[in-house]
């Protein structure tokens, strides 16, 4: 079979990232971060991300054409994030995707932005194994997925509030380690006392899978109150070094601990063949290697993102999705009509 070269765009959030890749070889991976445009406000801001995806999309596809030295004419499949995300965000990539497969008359394929994140770990290892279990952490979603085959998911378990790596920003933030924030406190984290400030592990009596960040949020913001006095005084370098060391250990035994009730649910039925990370919080090395000892026990091989690069927004994990989908020749039927999704779920993937 004739080698197959995709163009796939991702501009669900705050990057605009294009990668070209040759079947599974990712030739191009480029990223434009709008994090300093952001970073005044605290916060992805919408409308100002939207523009800045306009402003550099064109530019981002010219410049991952040129580093994988090839032109538009090359490209087999086109494919773009068609959500979950930001509306305005979502919409620049899938009407930029839309214009390039109409123009020059090449098949678009659709890819949910999750399901990225589960694929982004076959550039380590291919193939997927299934079924597999996927732990997804990201800035917006923290989900428990049952992967049963290529594109057969279900959610298990999700948060009921806030996200892990949202949560991981907000703490940070309280601590001003600026925006976004997560890899900072990790980075802290490792030179405090994990247990100088014991905050109460989330949804220790709930029944489910689900996940709850809020209420370790909230504990950090009551001690960080009670520590300066309500803002009379500002933390020291130890008590932030403590506070991010004590957060970061109750988020991941949380995360840990919901994924050995699943495991402890369900190996009755159905054996795991690989616990899968993905997300951005995936590149956070305390919950690694947490998870891997837990996994240990059950005998199951954790996979996650070889690079940082890849446990973050990327398109490159969109290509190897839609690699898969033109493989099976999942295929936008009616490209006009095709429109983003921005509360899309894993299990409803469309095809
Ligand atoms: O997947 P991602 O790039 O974007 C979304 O789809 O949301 O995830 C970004 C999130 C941010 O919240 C960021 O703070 C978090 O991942 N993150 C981390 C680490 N590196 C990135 N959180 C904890 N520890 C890290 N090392
Ligand atoms: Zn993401």
Redesign the pocket.
């Known amino acids: 079979m004739n080698d197959m070269y995709i163009l796939a765009i991702d501009t669900?959030?705050d990057e605009t990232s294009v990668a070209v890749s040759k079947d599974t070889t990712i030739l191009s991976n480029i990223i434009s971060s709008q994090v300093e445009l952001h970073k005044p406000f605290g916060g992805v801001v919408p409308s100002v991300a939207k523009r800045a995806h306009q402003e550099r999309i064109d530019l981002v596809i010219q410049k991952a054409l040129k580093t994988a030295k090839l032109s538009s004419h090359d490209i087999d499949v086109f494919a773009v994030t068609y959500g979950p995300g930001l509306a305005p965000a979502l919409e620049v990539g899938v009407e930029k995707a839309k214009e390039l497969s109409l123009l020059y008359k090449k098949p678009l394929a659709v890819v949910n932005?999750m399901e990225g994140?589960l694929y982004a770990v076959e550039f380590r290892r291919a193939p997927l194994l299934f079924p597999s279990l996927a732990l997804l952490v990201?800035?917006?979603h923290t989900e428990l997925v049952f992967v049963k085959n290529p594109s057969e998911y279900e959610i298990l378990g999700e948060t009921v509030d806030d996200a892990a790596?949202?949560a991981?920003?907000k703490v940070a933030r309280m601590l001003g380690l600026g925006y976004?924030?997560?890899?900072i406190?990790?980075q802290f984290a490792k030179q405090g006392d994990p247990t100088s400030y014991p905050f109460p592990l989330p949804m220790a009596r709930v029944d489910d899978l689900n996940f709850s960040f809020s209420g370790i949020k909230a504990a950090a913001m009551r001690l960080i109150k009670q520590l300066t006095s309500d803002d009379a005084r500002a933390l020291t370098k130890k008590e932030i070094e403590d506070i991010a060391a004590s957060f970061q250990t109750i988020a991941v035994k949380h995360l840990v601990r919901r994924t050995q009730k699943t495991l402890e649910r369900m190996q009755e039925h159905i054996h795991f063949r690989s616990v899968i990370l993905g997300?951005?919080?995936s590149?956070?090395l305390l919950l690694r290697e947490e998870l891997r000892k837990l996994l240990k026990q059950y005998h199951i091989p954790l996979f996650y993102p070889k690079t940082p690069k890849l446990c973050?927004?990327n398109a490159a994990m969109i290509a190897i999705v839609a690699f898969h989908k033109a493989q099976r020749k999942e295929y936008v039927h009616n490209i006009q009509a095709l429109e983003r999704n921005p509360n899309a779920r894993l299990d409803d993937v469309i095809v």
């Open positions: 669900s959030c932005h994140h990201s800035g917006n790596g949202e991981f920003d976004p924030g997560g890899k406190l990790a997300g951005g919080v590149a956070n973050m927004d």
